[in-house]
C-alpha cells in the first residue's frame, strides 16, 4: 500500500529550524520525485521544494532556496526538508507528494501533512 508520512512538524521561534520527514512505503525512490508543498490558512497549496533521483533534479521555490535543503536516505526511502532560519510567514501546514519519475510530472499521492507553526 502507497503511503506518505510526513512528521517533524512543531512550534519553533522565528529564526529556528525545523527537520521534517517523509517516510515513503511502496514507492522506491529511484523512480519517483518526491515533493514537499505548504498550505497556510486561507491560501492556496503552494509548492516548496521537489527532488527526483531519477533524472537528478532538484529545485527549490522563490526565498526557500538558501533556507531549506532537501535530501532523501535511499535506505530509510525518507525524504527530508532542512529548513533554517524560519519566518512566521512560513507558518502552515507542510505536505510531502509522489511524482512519477520527474518533479514536472503531476502529483499522484499526498501524505497528511505536518504543522509547522513559526512564531515572531
Known amino acids: 500500500e502507497v503511503q506518505l508520512v510526513e512528521s517533524g512538524g512543531g512550534l519553533v521561534q522565528a529564526g529556528g529550524s525545523l527537520r521534517l520527514s517523509c517516510v515513503v512505503s511502496d514507492l522506491p525512490l529511484d523512480d519517483y520525485a518526491i515533493g514537499w508543498f505548504r498550505q497556510a490558512p486561507g491560501k492556496e497549496r503552494e509548492r516548496v521544494s521537489c527532488?527526483?533521483?531519477?533524472?537528478?533534479?532538484?529545485y527549490y521555490v522563490d526565498s526557500r532556496e538558501g533556507r531549506f535543503t532537501i535530501s532523501s536516505d535511499h535506505a530509510k526511502n525518507t525524504v527530508y526538508l532542512q529548513m533554517n532560519s524560519l519566518r512566521p510567514e512560513d507558518t502552515a501546514v507542510y505536505y510531502c507528494?509522489?511524482?512519477?519519475?520527474?518533479?514536472?510530472?503531476?502529483?499522484?499521492?499526498w501524505g497528511q501533512g505536518t504543522q509547522v507553526t513559526v512564531s515572531s
Open positions: 527532488l527526483s533521483s531519477s533524472d537528478g533534479s532538484l
Open positions: 507528494a509522489a511524482r512519477a519519475v520527474r518533479c514536472s510530472s503531476p502529483v499522484f499521492y
